[in-house]
């Protein structure tokens, strides 16, 4: 079974400034897919970043990275330069190759950035 | 390009009223299909997941079902909703990823809000 853990139920951020939200994951598998997704308060969910097991570099989409350790089981996500639009519910999800049993995701993290 | 439409964005039902939520996805053919649940301020629960018409597995045992009625419509119902039935359900589709690698994202619905009363 797969597991996904985001410790940080909270967190603040000065506008412009970079912020890193923790994500540690847990599966026996070798081949699996990570994921970062972002929920303003509308309840919508938007996919921000991916990263596969095997890429050897880290994601980066704009102002987004993928921070991804493997030996630590990690995928901490990067945001630089921190827009007031980022404040949101940021959820960690993964799923494994091969499985159409889609996304376990962890309990989130509440970002806000502030003026 | 790929749309996913979900409704009623929101609804409030009495107790031990049934329930249809549909979900219809444009643009793509042979989607993988899944009903999520959240509870307020709490991540997604994987309920049901398709990956063809006729084709439903459920995650956790509960008060729902789903079933797949057409290739791209999934449909989340109840006989009789219980208070605890209330949340936020989201449906999602993807496509299938290339060789089984898990590389392929979820895109989401807007989401309803169920209040149980």
Redesign the interface.
Same mark, same amino acid.
């Given at each position: 079974a797969q597991k996904i853990t985001q410790t940080q139920p909270g967190m603040f951020v000065q506008e412009k400034e970079a912020v890193t939200l923790d994500c540690t994951y847990d599966t026996s598998d070798q #081949?699996?897919?990570l994921?970062w997704y972002k929920q303003p308060s #509308?309840?919508? !969910?938007i %996919?921000l970043i991916?990263q596969?097991?095997y890429d050897e570099q880290n994601a980066t989409e704009g102002r987004y990275s993928l921070n991804f350790q493997k030996a630590r089981k990690s995928a901490n996500l990067v945001i630089s330069a921190s827009q007031l639009g980022d404040s949101a519910m940021y959820?960690c999800a !993964?799923?494994?190759?091969?499985?159409?049993?889609?996304?376990? %995701?962890?309990?989130?993290t509440q970002l806000t950035v502030l003026p | 390009s790929q749309t996913i439409h979900q409704w009623p964005a929101t609804l409030v039902q009495p107790v031990g009223s049934p329930l249809s939520l549909e979900c219809t996805v444009e643009g793509t053919s042979n989607p993988n299909l899944y009903w999520y649940r959240q509870a307020a301020g709490r991540g997604l629960q994987l309920l049901f997941y398709s990956v063809g018409i006729g084709q439903i597995s459920s995650e956790v045992p509960q008060n729902l079902s789903a079933s797949r009625p057409q290739d791209r419509q999934f449909i989340l119902s109840s006989k009789k909703l219980l208070l605890s039935d209330s949340g936020f359900y989201l449906c999602a589709w993807s496509a299938v990823g290339l060789g089984g690698w898990g590389n392929t994202e979820a895109f989401f619905g807007q989401g309803t809000r169920l209040t149980v009363v």
């Open positions: #081949s699996y897919g994921f #509308s309840g919508e !969910m %996919f991916y596969g097991s959820f !993964m799923r494994v190759s091969g499985s159409a049993r889609q996304l376990t %995701f962890g309990s989130g | -």
